[in-house]
């Protein structure tokens, strides 16, 4: 992971573009971790989230070729952003993001993003709303017109010893929703049956408007 929290394939994708004369919009930004990396090359970042506390976050750090708004990705009119020469995206998305980013780029104009794929922490017994097979991405990808570039799946299993260190993997913030819609349930059978990791799997790919 670049900077220890961006996908490393994801910032190689986007730095293979000629990305000093372009504008890019980063999708659900959040505190910025993404966009940062992006415009120590880039000629401008624009990023978007619909948190207000992380945009926040993102201004304080902002630089003169940074811009942040608190904007919903999947609602938004992408195109009142003003030019958008590449759509990128870290763990956000969504088929409206993919549709919306479809409108705003110019022919030629590229998506590239990193996703949870189908099979992230499976281990809470059913997948998140906002996976993707590798299947259906291309799908929708291709039926949005996009042309697919690349399009992996890189997954990896995490240790742990007991369920606060799952937790620690989860995340704090997410094991309260786990707990609300029973995935917590679910892993607390998983390792009373002798389960001790987690499958991290993400989605990364770079398509092309055509």
């Known amino acids: 992971m670049a900077s220890g929290l961006v996908n490393k394939t994801l910032v190689k994708l986007i730095f293979e573009e000629p990305v000093d004369d372009y504008t890019i919009l980063d999708v659900g930004c959040g505190a910025g971790a993404l966009s940062f990396i992006v415009a120590e090359k880039a000629k401008s970042v624009v990023g978007i989230d619909i948190s207000e506390e992380a945009i926040m976050s993102a201004k304080k750090r902002a630089r003169e070729n940074t811009f942040f708004y608190v904007i919903d990705a999947d609602t938004a009119d992408y195109t009142a ?10 763990l956000c ?37 906002f996976s993707y097979t590798r299947k259906e991405m291309k799908n929708v990808l291709e039926k949005t017109g996009f042309t697919v570039e690349y399009l992996e799946v890189e997954s990896e299993k995490i240790p742990f010893k007991n369920m606060d260190e799952a937790i620690a993997v989860i995340g704090h913030k997410k094991a309260g929703k786990w707990q609300s819609d029973g995935r917590l349930q679910n892993l607390q059978n998983y390792i009373d049956k002798g389960g001790r990791s987690l499958t991290k799997s993400i989605l990364v790919g770079k398509a092309r408007k055509e």
């Open 93 to 129: 998305m969504s088929n409206r993001i993919i549709e919306n980013s479809y409108y705003v780029l110019p022919k030629e104009g590229k998506i590239a993003f990193a996703c949870f794929h189908a099979k992230h922490l499976i281990e809470g017994g059913r997948r998140s709303r």
């Open 81 to 90: 952003l003003g030019r958008i020469d590449m759509v990128v995206s870290h």
